[in-house]
């Protein structure tokens, strides 16, 4: 049914994307439809995201998508990063405009034109803005939830009153809000890091970055935080008058993470027959499946939903007895569903139901008094399975090398370590030609590094979607 | 501080707006910031709405920002209705585009493109899709919320196998969804009924419509619900083979509510102080106002907001004693918190604080232990005499007149009831050349009229935003 990963891996996401109806090609090239089954997906990385985000002391507010194109002209490195992916409206309202005016690439330059108006004292900050939004960058090569020419994200936007507290929080929401959801509710076990100054955010300082391995060993960049020093404030004037009456320039952060993270949990988690959800994300964790309707089953099944659902879990009733049963077993397992309780007559009749785990593909005989306590204890190991799945397999495939031409190689089937030192922009610039990023730099024992040290770092680098 | 509603009301609604800090202009004309404090109600919207709406069955998905120019012109009376408003984007990534793309300004076209995919089989219907957005419709004479050249929106697309079933399926989503969330949460006791043809959606059948009166006696559209016939599904060849074999277009509807609506929230029931917002809606429904930190009165303070956290209210602590209480009052009343709890040395010695509804303006001393008890019986009875009051300004303002002359006269300061047959197309144009016009037609006794139904017909008149 799906092309077999070891086969074809670019077509195996495709034909995931295409079978589990994730999402469609949009008409204009490189947009996308998100399909409910993902778009449900989405709303819950939106809400788990949206609640640690608050928890930081952050509120969310809206931004408008269109900006005139002189803002962004204002931060020289933003505007040429960000010139080629621009989509340019020129008319409006049946006119010409005066002034084109450019689709959002990110927010930075309009979020900033207000809070040079709304930052006066040091009273006002630190001053921390999130909006959920679509944005637009213009994409020649896309690939769904992957690369797409508008996508759906959250952007973060703060000002501090030193560098230190931007710099902290800068590493509060690499932390606190995307390592956390990542590996806590994705099961992905991300390595963060800083990119390296070639692979930084145009306009920041220092980026920070959590990066995934994929299914066949590549990289995903899943979610970033920057520090962007004053080089906003300054193009914008922010200024605040500090407790001494001086005037300064605030210090800044951005940071998001977008619907690519759908594409890498489809990629760190799935397997040949299909998707492979972590319960926490799961929109459906359990799915009630009738065998058969006779002997009382259909009621019983119904009713196992309801307990279910009463005990937290979200539980959906399958009562399609009119297809076979083995083709929605099938469609179960593409679409991930974490946890599967077959109700049958013959099963029920000697008070059993059977339990199986979509991860291992466990099967197991469970009384049927017992369903609710039975899957919960599942979803939770079904939850920690994932992520040790993903762990072993990053493990093994991300080797210790010392030289590029050594890491060169080990890029073809994972992720090689070596001395930054050992590769510098002069080795960064031939791992390029060979299709190969830095994907990180890291300290020897794995800790992010603080701002400015350069001293002692590892690279870790591989190839990346 | 604002200018009173009786002396300038425009004046008095862009003040509010401004300095209970909701929202601002965007740099490009018509365009708005949402500022966090509106957001978080647009947030709390969205929650009820959408919860609301998954109730009737519908799923949430995404469709792109760009539809191809000539997707528009499929449906004739739908181009011809949006080509004035359109933002068109002429060139992207660098390049100019072979074909336009306009920004959506509703996505019936780009769905239904889908629709005509998806749709198979009887099977498959009713599909029911609901998308959260935002949508570009270039305006000349922008009003921060009310008329944006962007704004927020969700809009619903449904496709169904009969007629009779996206008729009753529109009329559920005017009536489950939004009427139950605009009478219920925000407090406004909206006229429902049918748009004439004039003022129907480009390219429905029939509009359904939620009708708010605001301050000033004029009318805000709060929500339409359409029935599009097979309209769309001609344009777009969207056919499903029946029980039967045979090959049938669907029936379709489609329905939208938007950030207009924290427009109407404000309007309807805002006075010369501020804000009143509806405890149900309310971001913040009780802040415990700290008027001196002696006595204990600060640890008190606290206490009280985690009391009032635990017993399920949104309440928020304001101990900033430095700024002077008489500020921090008037500003409380300006967000239009319902509930505000001050707590004292002075009266915490007496074992009291004091209760001041926002609505009211009644204040009232209570002891320090039943805080949460009263707060909560405070919330219910400010909910329900915002909506006594807006209903009864509502009863108050709206005359029976029998010729479209007095309902001319009674349109100043409000809404004008009559026959439909004393108005009819020719009595709409000449109120229309007063600013006037039909807002909904209801049968006698106030009843949604049934499709086709035009006898006995009553329509609702007035001036609109």
């Known amino acids: 049914m799906l092309t077999p990963q070891n086969e074809d891996y670019p077509r195996w996401y495709q034909d995931v994307v295409a079978k589990a109806e994730l999402a469609d090609n949009g008409p204009v090239r490189g947009t996308m439809v998100i399909r409910p089954y993902a778009y449900a997906m989405w709303e819950r990385m939106q ?73 006066q004292s040091y009273r006002d900050l630190p001053l921390l803005i999130n909006q959920w939004a679509n944005v637009v960058r213009w994409e020649l090569r896309p690939r769904l939830f992957l690369r797409t020419s508008e996508f759906l994200w959250q952007e973060g936007h703060t000002a501090h009153a030193t560098a230190a507290d931007a710099a902290a929080y800068a590493e509060r929401i690499l932390r606190d809000v995307y390592e956390d959801f990542m590996v806590n509710v994705l099961a992905i076990p991300v390595l963060t890091g800083r990119k390296t100054a070639r692979e930084r955010f145009a306009g920041a300082v220092n980026t920070l970055t959590c990066e995934g391995m994929m299914g066949d060993g590549k990289a995903l960049q899943l979610g970033t935080s920057h520090e962007l020093g004053q080089n906003f404030a300054r193009a914008f004037d922010i200024t605040f008058s500090d407790e001494d009456g001086g005037q300064s320039h605030v210090w800044q952060t951005s940071w998001g993470a977008s619907t690519r993270m759908l594409g890498g949990l489809i990629m760190a988690h799935g397997d040949d027959a299909g998707l492979r959800l972590p319960p926490q994300l799961a929109p459906i964790q359990v799915v009630v499946l009738l065998v058969r309707a006779e002997g009382g089953a259909g009621e019983r099944a119904a009713g196992l939903v309801a307990e279910l659902t009463a005990a937290g879990v979200r539980a959906e009733l399958d009562d399609r007895v009119d297809v076979s049963f083995g083709r929605r077993s099938v469609d179960w397992e593409l679409k991930g569903v974490p946890v599967r309780v077959e109700v049958g007559p013959r099963d029920l009749a000697k008070g059993s139901v059977t339990l199986v785990r979509r991860d291992t593909g466990d099967k197991t005989g469970i009384p049927a008094g017992e369903v609710a306590p039975r899957v919960t204890a599942a979803l939770t190991e079904a939850q920690a399975a994932l992520l040790d799945g993903a762990r072993r397999r990053q493990e093994e495939r991300t080797v210790d090398v010392s030289t590029v031409e050594e890491a060169t190689e080990a890029a073809r089937s994972g992720f090689a370590r070596l001395s930054w030192s050992a590769v510098g922009e002069e080795g960064e610039t031939r791992l390029a030609e060979q299709g190969i990023t830095v994907r990180c730099l890291r300290r020897a024992d794995g800790s992010l590094p603080v701002t400015g040290d350069e001293a002692d770092l590892v690279a870790v680098v591989g190839r990346a979607y």
Chains 1, 2 share one sequence.
């Open 47 to 119: 809400a788990e995201v949206d609640a640690r985000i608050k928890a930081t002391g952050a509120r969310n507010a809206y931004f408008p998508l269109f900006i005139p194109e002189s803002y962004l002209r204002r931060e020289a490195e933003h505007v040429e990063g960000f010139s080629p992916e621009l989509a340019v409206v020129t008319h409006g309202g049946g006119k010409e405009l005066d002034e084109p005016v450019v689709v959002r690439p990110t927010s930075e330059t309009v979020i900033n034109s207000y809070f040079a108006k709304w930052v």
